[in-house]
């Protein structure tokens, strides 16, 4: 069911990072694109002017604070959903409670929905006759890019807002006022902690105030109190606690990272075993499965690419089986295009050739494309040389003719070069004779 906006000062043993919270825009940190005066986004906020809209950041970018204040400054009735527990049957519930709201007290409601990306293409239809009609102001809250996790019938009514990570010199502010705060943070507790220690928490939370927090929270309480009621923390007393908090898998920070590396470096060393054992770990954690089936889109083409051309379309046809499935049985298709693509034959050549015509291109700049390569359809683009001299392959028998492609100056560059292995070793040959049969046709024709 729908959640109503909690009241942290009356909840006990919550965490550091929830009681902490910000409850205004003077309290936020970052952000400043959006809540400086100047900026056009704070200015539609503090004249109500406020529409749907999805709030893309990192995690702990404070996408969660950003929309309970934006109800605070709008006095707008708040309900919460969970894309990970909700279904259609709740945005309904939430909208009916809108109606009623807005009937007795003349109040708005802003739905916001947390992890939208996780509701499914049906899911996500049912918001918008509500968008539409003005039943509740949606925000909702993603870590993934809108373009491919929102369907374009909602993002055309929602505004797309991007919330930057944390500076670790913004992460260690928030630190330094959870020290210090009495009511809300660890001050009653007296904590005196090292200035290297904080500095190192802003810069291992990877711009996640949330695991920032609760890092420091885990750290303080595990020190006890010396014989002045102070909780002194050295550098030496916390190595242990952060290193053990930190081995805790959390989709934002230092070990998610690790994971993923894990995962990535094992199918790159062709072991299905330990490529799946990651995979699954991953997914047991939490991880969303469409980030991993992405990796392993980009792994097909940066680690595998004409080795095997199969790889790239199994990794797509994994990310299209989960949307379509949806857990766990979608999971199942991640786990055999991650076996698929540990066991293929491995070649980073094309990897290797974009980054050869990057450096070209830097190097040499915009050359003219040559004239025999250039589209004709106007008389003066023709008396002005515009195709002129170009060679058609299909009328060759070999489909291959004694002409140069590249822009003059670079005719002999070469940035592809195919390995020896898989379906690249056919390319390779393929290449060669083509160049053999130019070669000849070229001194045919000097």
Not at 38 to 55: D, H, N, Q, T, Y
Not at 73 to 98: M, P, W, Y
Request: aromatic share 8%; hydrophobic share 40%.
């Amino acid at each position: 069911m729908p959640e109503k906006m909690p009241d942290i000062q009356h909840l006990e043993h919550v965490p550091l990072a929830e009681r902490m919270r910000p409850r205004s825009i003077d309290e936020m940190v970052g952000q400043q694109h959006l809540l400086a005066p100047e900026a056009p986004f704070f200015k539609r906020l503090v004249s109500g002017r406020i529409r749907s809209m999805l709030l893309w950041g990192p995690p702990g970018s404070g996408k969660t604070t950003l929309a309970e204040i934006i109800a605070r400054q709008l006095s707008c009735n708040f309900i919460t959903l969970s894309a990970v527990f909700s279904g259609v049957k709740d945005i309904r519930a939430a909208a009916k409670e809108a109606r009623e709201v807005w009937e007795k007290k003349k109040r708005k409601t802003i739905l916001f929905v947390d992890e939208i990306h996780r509701f499914s293409k049906s899911q996500q239809d049912a918001f918008l006759p509500y968008v539409e009609n003005g039943t509740f102001i949606l925000i909702g809250a993603t870590t993934e890019n809108p373009s491919f996790e929102v369907i374009p019938p909602l993002r055309s009514r929602a505004k797309v807002v991007v919330l930057k990570p944390l500076t670790s010199d913004q992460i260690e502010f928030l630190l330094k006022r959870a020290i210090s705060d009495e009511e809300r943070g660890l001050g009653s507790f007296h904590p005196v902690v090292e200035e290297e220690i904080l500095i190192h928490i802003s810069e291992v939370c990877d711009g996640d105030a949330r695991i920032a927090l609760n890092l420091l929270e885990g750290l303080v309480m595990a020190i006890p109190p010396d014989k002045m009621g102070n909780r002194v923390i050295d550098v030496d007393s916390a190595r242990e606690v952060i290193h053990r908090e930190t081995l805790l898998y959390d989709k934002g920070g230092e070990e998610h990272y690790n994971l993923i590396s894990a995962f990535h470096k094992s199918l790159r060393g062709s072991d299905p075993d330990a490529a799946l054992y990651w995979l699954t770990r991953m997914l047991a954690s939490g991880e969303d499965p469409l980030y991993l089936a992405r990796r392993m889109i980009r792994f097909a083409t940066e680690d595998i690419g004409n080795a095997d051309p199969m790889a790239l379309l199994i990794a797509n046809q994994s990310m299209e089986s989960y949307r379509f499935l949806g857990s766990p049985e979608g999971e199942l298709a991640l786990a055999q295009a991650a076996i698929y693509l540990a066991c293929a034959p491995k070649s980073n050549a094309v990897y290797k050739a974009y980054g050869n015509a990057l450096q070209e291109i830097e190097r040499s700049g915009a050359c003219p494309v040559p004239f025999h390569l250039r589209n004709a359809p106007t008389r003066l683009m023709k008396a002005l040389g515009y195709g002129k001299g170009y060679l058609y392959p299909h009328d060759d028998p070999d489909g291959v003719v004694p002409q140069d492609y590249l822009p003059k100056g670079l005719k002999s560059r070469v940035f592809y070069r195919p390995k020896e292995v898989g379906y690249e070793a056919k390319i390779r040959k393929r290449l060669a004779r083509w160049k053999s049969l130019r070669q000849i046709k070229k001194q045919g024709f000097s």
